[in-house]
């Protein structure tokens, strides 16, 4: 008997044709079949991880920075229960993931037999395409070729965007046979089905996206997935046609220095003058929602006071937490973005003082933000933030923590000509698996710096444990190590509930030492006092084989008083250089 293996090998030989070329294996018996058919897949780089909830999100690492579907493969029963976070992260990230979970033939279920739980339909709506296909036999094999291709469609071209997808394996023992043919594949190593889904750009949305940058002062408000690999260009190019600025979130556009990118909405909007003087006709969202609650805030403001806001995304979905879009147009911004620039002359000539304003606006807020950092004592978390940021060798990517860590980066990162990718997990905006997607990112991209907390750090320890024969991916992790969760003493907590209650509930401290931890797992570790010491070690990242861990320490409490001196000082800056810009009936925020 040969069928299950071949089956396994079949799928495998598939997917490499697919185009697949990252798996992330669990160890585990009932999942044997596939783990030996990839295992002898060259094809595909196969990465053995002890923890099932550490592979899901080094699979979805690898993913989101290749935008080319992984595979993670675990074996039956509370191993596929423990990459459901990972599963809601692609769901909402739109990150394409094939999850397969192997599991126990019909007959093994519902009479107690161990490693056996209800895995058909386990992760609900947050997957793309679910599939349960029985254990394979003879007359199913015709189908084996277009199962695996579906699952690699679906999870690249869903009508609903990129995203998970789910095929639970039944195997019966034996487990382990002899191999025989495979069933002929397309000539040429082709796939099995090549599905094509774009969202169109047709003539309907392009004039409705025409009509809504019409307007001579509006706003690109830019989060994650503004713009495609490349795009940007295309995107300060009509930017910069149409007199528009780009409040540009770290993840939505590089950070590079252009007269159209705003770097500091957050403490641009902090400052009450930017607030009335820099009010736009229109405001056109491309991309995820900032991480920044100041603009939201701001967003919200424009909408109550009937200032159209209008969404740009590719499956018409409504990324829109606080409500304030009046319109949405359902096509690719990248496409909009390329037609209107084929477009002879804009809708309304370019106000160039409306572009002027939030020039100076931004580049107060910078000014400002070096004159605090360049006076401050010791390792503050913006200064760490922006020198990350800054000390990126060419080539490498930046993996941000949930928390404070890509909120620091999106507030005081300062443009550098090329800017680094940012990558972080935004879709549930959680810190599960930090480590381990730094570690999958790294897989695929090269050398990676991972910007995280100490919590986020030690809730992935998993992550950092490689077996003898497998060789880690280059990755640098630089933790931030305030003893506990940082973001909560921004919150009214400590002052609420009593600082014993708050440290024990909310800041937890914990008693480990990422430096410590990280020796104690094999891997290099230091701890650095300086912004200069911590620059060096991030200029080399890469340099070092496996993973190196970079400690730097600060304290929550004065934390969050530096961050209200920087704030106070960028509002303050803004506040001075918009006053001083000459009033008139072309004066930003004041109608014709």
Request: proline share 9%; glycine share 10%; with cysteine.
């Amino acid at each position: 008997m040969t069928l299950q293996v071949d089956f396994a090998r079949t799928l495998v030989d598939e997917w490499a044709r697919c185009g697949v070329r990252v798996a992330a294996l669990a160890p585990g018996s009932r999942s044997s079949p596939l783990a030996l058919a990839l295992l002898a897949e060259d094809r595909i780089a196969t990465y053995v991880r002890l923890d099932e909830r550490s592979a899901a999100f080094f699979a979805l690492g690898s993913a989101l920075a290749s935008g080319a579907p992984a595979l993670v493969v675990t074996t039956s029963g509370t191993a596929a229960t423990e990459v459901h976070a990972a599963v809601v992260e692609a769901d909402l990230a739109r990150v394409p993931l094939i999850v397969l979970t192997a599991d126990r033939p019909p007959e093994l279920h519902g009479v107690g037999a161990p490693q056996t739980v209800e895995q058909q339909g386990l992760f609900g709506r947050a997957v793309r395409y679910a599939v349960d296909p029985g254990v394979p036999d003879a007359d199913g094999r015709p189908h084996w070729r277009s199962l695996a291709s579906r699952l690699v469609a679906e999870a690249r071209s869903s009508p609903l965007g990129p995203g998970p997808v789910h095929a639970n394996l039944a195997f019966r023992e034996p487990l382990v046979e002899t191999p025989g043919e495979l069933p002929p594949g397309r000539p040429h190593g082709s796939p099995w089905h090549e599905v094509t889904r774009a969202p169109a750009a047709g003539p309907a949305s392009l004039d409705a996206f025409l009509a809504a940058i019409a307007r001579p002062r509006g706003v690109f408000v830019a989060g994650g997935g503004a713009t495609p690999p490349g795009g940007s260009d295309r995107l300060f190019a009509l930017a910069e046609r149409i007199g528009w600025p780009v409040l540009a979130d770290v993840r939505g556009v590089p950070r590079v220095e252009h007269r159209c990118l705003v770097a500091h909405t957050d403490g641009v909007l902090r400052s009450p003058v930017a607030t009335r003087a820099l009010r736009p006709d229109v405001v056109v969202h491309l991309g995820s929602p900032h991480a920044s609650r100041v603009v939201t805030t701001w967003c919200s403001d424009l909408a109550a006071a009937a200032v159209p806001a209008v969404l740009v995304d590719p499956y018409g979905s409504f990324e829109d937490p606080e409500r304030v879009v009046s319109s949405v147009i359902g096509a690719d911004p990248g496409e909009l973005v390329r037609l209107a620039l084929g477009e002879s002359e804009p809708a309304a000539p370019a106000d160039p003082a409306w572009l002027g304003a939030w020039r100076a606006a931004d580049d107060a807020a910078e000014a400002a933000i070096g004159a605090v950092l360049d006076n401050a004592e010791g390792p503050t978390e913006p200064g760490i933030a922006r020198t990350v940021f800054a000390s990126l060798p060419p080539g490498a990517a930046l993996v941000a923590s949930s928390s404070m860590p890509v909120r620091d980066l999106e507030w005081f990162a300062a443009p550098r000509p090329g800017a680094p990718m940012v990558l972080a997990n935004r879709g549930a905006n959680g810190i599960d698996g930090v480590v381990s997607t730094i570690l999958g990112v790294a897989a695929t991209t090269g050398p990676v710096v991972g910007l995280l907390g100490d919590l986020a750090f030690l809730h992935d320890l998993s992550g950092l444990l490689w077996g003898e024969r497998e060789e880690p991916p280059r990755a640098t992790l630089v933790v931030v190590d305030n003893a506990g969760g940082g973001i909560f003493s921004f919150l009214a907590y400590p002052d609420l509930v009593g600082e014993d209650v708050f440290e024990r509930g909310f800041g937890t401290p914990q008693r480990a030492r990422p430096a410590e931890i990280a020796a104690a797992f094999g891997w290099h570790a230091e701890t650095v006092a300086d912004l200069g010491a911590l620059g060096r070690a991030v200029a080399s990242a890469g340099e070092r084989e496996g993973i190196s861990v970079v400690v730097v320490s600060t304290k929550r409490g004065p934390n969050v008083a530096f961050h209200a001196e920087l704030n106070a000082a960028v509002a303050a800056a803004v506040d001075r250089v918009l006053g001083e810009l000459p009033s008139g009936p072309t004066q930003p925020g004041e109608g014709p």
